[in-house]
């Protein structure tokens, strides 16, 4: 023992040097359960025998007393001494830490000490609900063996040339009340100058509105799921969870709360809107100053009030101004004829600040000098009708000859209702004799404008002559100039014609930037979420997440992504998709929303359209809907096209893969990339005049000429058809591109898809007639199903044959044995059942029926179909098997 007293001299004076309560602050995430250095009387621990480990106490530099347990029983042989410290309560913590800090003496150092000396020694822990007075060594569980990093060989105390190891080591999945920890010596010279035992939490915080409490780390290393709750003054707009890991840190959050109407985010708080602010729901980013002639008084708003002669109609957005009721229609023309009376007015000079006003006109018949009115009843006519004209102009019949009237025109708007009585209107006075003119522009005072009808008459004409001379000018100047000249006018403007139905091609511009510039909206990149990956294209990742609108609306969106390192030819060719999108608008196109250029990544962003492509989505639902229900889908495919169509832009690559459909299954075309139409479409095939084309779904002309035109376009749509109706089955099957060219060449058309009505076979085939002139227009292609969805029983009957009777597609096809058969027919998949229910043959397989299908497995409507078509085929062909 004498060798470690000699020692813990220099423990003391290493301890002096370090052990101020300062050196024990640990992170904020650490919860200590136990620490034997902020002991200030014994321990407590049970050494046993009583001869090993042994308390002792020494100073720090503050002089306060620090208890340490050593044992060096070096000289003697068989050494199992063992140090049990008091019971520690778990607090729920399912995985701890144990920090110890040891020092421990090279035996080498050790002069005439036998081989019996060691320089390890053992950790244990045993779980318990209580207190023990006594646990069995073989109860134990042991958590390591414990060597030092650096042992001390001098025992100088001047030379202070020991140091501390600092060891920790962990426990996982504790589920009782406490434990307790255990040290076994075998023969070393060591001393415990601290155990610290601790386990981690993730600490209270507040994300995105959210407050999560502070949360235990799970056990063996799991993330912990955390629910968050909103902070004061906010409310839940997407449940908010966060993950606590095992090293006490917060990972993934999810969801989000917002500040409800009336505050805002500021330092992770929701604060009130200051006076002078508003802000009407929790949807909205921050407050907002109170709009024209409104205020609002108090902190916390949630509207600004309008002010006095001005109002808010109850529909109108709590952002709008508040406006007041317009003033009087102004300068009243009417013409009589006989008992008819035309009247014209001017809108008011001040409509109030809105845009919704209208007008009401009011009859009377008076007697005499217009002393007695009274109202002209239901026998007078007014065209188009009385009340709520949005024109100024009105006719009115059926009046009585030499009769005096009376016309009181008001103006209105949304907000009317709500301003003074009377309100502000004109009134004229006519005889059905002659026609007396009076605009009254104050009820109380009114004041006459006598116009005679004649005058009236000598105006109109005037005004009408001016109208067609400068008619006849603008047409000279029109005619004179030059269609391309208007088209670079077009350009050049950078703005979008109104009612524009011409496409115009990206290439035509100069400047490609141009193009995006003119058809494009650009996006502020902090308006857009992304929320996950959803698939990747040619030129990066496509996501889905939500864009936040001007309205402050969030709307679900995908994000098309230009991957980095990209040239400025890759950059103009993914934008001219957004250049061809932006000059479409029609319910079966896909939506561009706008495009983000002024910072990377460049991105696209379209309306998501959850159901994917209509391929994709047609063989996950196979069988699944009604024919009418097809024919609706591709009645939405078909208005698209038409719309193209009627623009001039030719598609060429029109697929079902090409289709998107959204959650309430409208389909959509979509896709319009200009370099990788002809050269990166997965089905595309080089042809003989150079580039790729998607030969399954392309006319005859376009293959070999690359003549692409909407007739084109129609051919492709009947393979759509195809397509749709055989739910996402493959163009001509397993037939090779050579071999569909060779066949369509020689009059080969695809046969109709199981249960296909007759009707739309036929249209398919009008389709791909060989001849452009004869197919038929998208327009025409609208017009069919449109009669075939008003008569559901036209699709009742049909076609008798089916995909895999079509003699010439047998020729093709020809089989033998049962596994050619079932490769032919794409059911490979079942070819262990075939062989397990004793069909090992063609023969064998010639009177199958559903219920045998159903037997061996293949309970799918669809497929079941497909191979009884199959069957009946070879029942057909006997000997000479074909599908």
């Known amino acids: ?505 990206p290439h035509t511009y100069e400047d490609p930037n141009q193009a995006v510039h003119d058809f494009a909206k650009e996006i502020d990149a902090s308006c857009i979420r992304i929320e996950r990956v959803i698939g990747a294209g040619e030129f990066g990742e496509v996501c889905s997440g939500r864009l936040m609108l001007a309205s402050n609306k969030e709307i679900c969106v995908a994000i098309k992504s230009l991957k980095a390192g990209y040239s400025e030819k890759q950059r103009c060719d993914f934008l001219s998709e957004a250049s061809i999108m932006g000059q479409f608008e029609h319910p079966n196109i896909i939506r561009l929303e706008g495009v983000v250029t002024t910072c990377k990544p460049v991105m696209i962003i379209t309306e998501f359209m959850e159901n994917g492509s209509l391929d994709s989505f047609l063989k996950k639902h196979d069988g699944q809907f009604a024919v009418i229900q097809l024919v609706g889908m591709l009645r939405g495919i078909a208005s698209g096209m038409k719309y193209l169509s009627d623009m001039n832009y030719v598609h060429r690559d029109l697929a079902a893969r090409n289709i998107l459909v959204n959650s309430s299954l409208v389909c959509k075309v979509s896709d319009f990339g200009l370099s990788r139409v002809l050269e990166d479409d997965p089905e595309a095939a080089y042809t003989t005049r150079g580039g790729k084309i998607p030969i399954r779904w392309t006319a005859p002309e376009a293959i070999a000429y690359l003549k692409f035109t909407s007739a084109s376009d129609a051919w492709s749509y009947g393979i759509v058809m195809w397509e749709v109706i055989s739910y996402g089955e493959r163009p001509y099957w397993e037939m090779s591109n050579q071999d569909v060219i060779k066949a369509i060449d020689e009059g080969y058309r695809l046969p109709p898809p199981m249960d296909c009505p007759v009707v739309l076979h036929q249209l398919m085939l009008d389709c791909w007639q060989k001849s452009r002139s004869d197919r038929p227009k998208f327009g025409q292609i609208v017009t069919i199903l449109d009669k075939l969805i008003r008569c559901p029983s036209s699709l009742e009957q049909l076609s008798n044959s089916s995909s895999w009777q079509d003699s010439s597609m047998q020729e093709a096809f020809g089989v033998t044995t049962l596994e050619e058969w079932l490769k032919a027919i794409k059911m490979t998949q079942y070819q262990d059942n075939f062989t397990a229910a004793g069909y090992v043959t063609l023969d064998a397989v010639m009177h199958l029926n559903n219920s045998e299908l159903n037997k061996m497995g293949i309970t799918q409507v669809s497929q079941q179909k497909k191979i009884l078509g199959s069957i009946q085929s070879l029942h057909v062909h006997g000997s000479q098997v074909h599908v």
């Open 1 to 505: 023992m004498a060798f470690l007293w000699i020692s813990l001299g220099s423990i003391a004076t290493l301890c002096c040097a370090h052990s101020s309560r300062s050196w024990r602050s640990h992170p904020a995430n650490e919860v200590t359960m136990l620490d034997s250095m902020s002991a200030f009387g014994d321990l407590g621990w049970v050494a046993y025998p009583p001869e090993g480990w042994e308390e002792i106490s020494i100073m720090d530099e503050r002089n306060t007393p620090m208890r340490t347990y050593q044992v060096c029983n070096v000289m003697e042989a068989n050494q199992n001494n063992w140090l049990r410290t008091s019971w520690i309560p778990r607090d729920g913590a399912q995985r701890v830490y144990i920090e110890i800090k040891f020092t421990l003496r090279d035996c080498n150092s050790l002069p005439g000490v036998p081989g019996t000396c060691k320089e390890t020694f053992n950790m244990y822990y045993y779980e318990s609900n209580g207190k023990l007075w006594f646990i069995k060594e073989s109860q134990y569980r042991k958590i390591d063996t414990i060597a030092a990093d650096e042992s001390f060989t001098h025992v100088d105390v001047g030379d202070r040339v020991m140091k501390l190891n600092t060891e920790v080591r962990g426990i996982n999945n504790l589920s009782k009340k406490g434990f307790y920890l255990a040290f076994q010596d075998v023969g070393a010279c060591i001393a415990l100058v601290s155990v610290r035992v601790f386990y981690k939490r993730c600490p209270l915080t507040i994300r995105s509105l959210a407050q999560f409490q502070d949360t235990v780390t799970g056990g063996d290393s799991a993330l912990v799921e955390v629910q968050g709750s909103c902070v004061n003054n906010s409310v839940e707009l997407d449940s908010p969870k966060m993950y606590c890991n095992a090293d006490g840190g917060w990972l993934v959050p999810i969801g989000r709360c917002a500040c409800m109407a009336g505050y805002e985010e500021k330092d992770d708080s929701c604060q009130p809107c200051p006076p002078g602010f508003y802000k009407a729901a929790a949807s909205d980013p921050s407050c907002s100053k109170c709009p024209p002639h409104s205020s609002s008084q108090r902190e916390g708003s949630t509207e600004c009030r309008c002010e006095s002669g001005f109002y808010r109609a109850a529909r109108d957005p709590k952002a709008m101004a508040c406006t007041k009721p317009p003033s009087a229609p102004e300068n009243p023309i009417s013409t009589i004829n006989e008992t008819s009376i035309t009247i014209d007015w001017r809108s008011p000079r001040d409509g109030g600040g809105r845009g919704d006003v209208f007008y009401n006109v009011h009859c009377h018949r008076c007697l005499g000098e217009w002393r007695e009115c009274s109202p002209c009843g239901g026998r007078v006519r007014y065209i188009p009708r009385q009340l709520g004209l949005i024109h100024p102009r009105i006719l009115v019949t059926d009046l009585l000859p030499h009769t005096n009237y009376t016309f009181d025109i008001e103006a209105l708007s949304g907000i009317s209702e709500l301003g003074p009585i009377p309100r502000q209107f004109i009134s004229v006075k006519v005889t059905t004799s002659q026609a007396d003119i009076v605009a009254i522009g104050d009820p109380d005072q009114a004041t006459m404008l006598a116009v005679s009808v004649s005058g009236g008459i000598i105006i109109l004409l005037f005004l009408v002559v001016c109208f067609v001379v400068s008619r006849r000018h603008c047409g000279y100047i029109k005619a004179k100039q030059d269609p391309d000249e208007e088209k670079m006018h077009f350009q050049h403007r950078r703005v979008k014609l109104p009612g524009s139905r011409t496409y115009i091609h």
